[in-house]
């Protein structure tokens, strides 16, 4: 049975290892995204593994942008094969997220998000306390003595 998207959204921000699950978990809150037909809901890491080392490559070839793929290639590259996992398809527009976790206690293994080609990924609030702090500036400019070699163009 599909695990609601308010459980899913929680178990994803609880993922620590899954590098994107701000982003994820924003996708699969709004009220736009909802749950897609699903032919497999129960597989296995060995299943899961060869798919999405296939759609990784064909990723590459058509330019679809992704997010989360590395992250789950990964986690399954440390797991049993036979290991059975459970799959959850969520739509919005263009894009898709499938999200694997072990089923009890809805534990996430990872998650994929991704659009059609050519199609860029959605751009998703995320709660001002989960964006990642800004990012320090070189010191290399401001340090006295730096040699500059455009500063005597003009002259």
């Known amino acids: 049975m599909p695990i609601s998207p308010c459980q899913l959204t929680a178990s994803l ?5 899954v590098a994107d699950r701000h982003l994820i978990a924003a996708f699969v809150a709004q009220a736009v995204t909802q749950p897609a037909p699903n032919p497999f809901p129960e597989t296995s890491v060995g299943a899961v593994s060869q798919v999405w080392r296939q759609r990784a490559a064909e990723f590459q070839s058509f330019a679809v942008e992704v ?13 049993s094969l036979n290991e ?16 694997f976790h072990r ?7 990872g998650a994929v998000l ?3 080609p050519g199609v860029a990924l ?5 709660p001002r306390a989960k964006r990642p702090g800004p990012v320090p ?7 006295p003595g730096q040699l500059d070699l455009f500063s005597q163009a003009g002259t």
């Open 13 to 17: 921000l609880a993922a620590g290892h």
């Open 67 to 79: 997010v989360g793929l590395t992250c789950l290639l990964t986690t399954l590259s440390d797991l």
């Open 84 to 99: 059975p996992l459970m799959q959850e398809i969520l739509r919005a527009g263009p894009h898709t997220v499938n999200v």
């Open 103 to 109: 089923g009890a206690g809805c534990r996430i293994v």
């Open 114 to 116: 991704y659009g059609k």
């Open 122 to 126: 959605p751009v998703l609030p995320i």
């Open 137 to 143: 500036r070189s010191r290399a400019r401001g340090v």
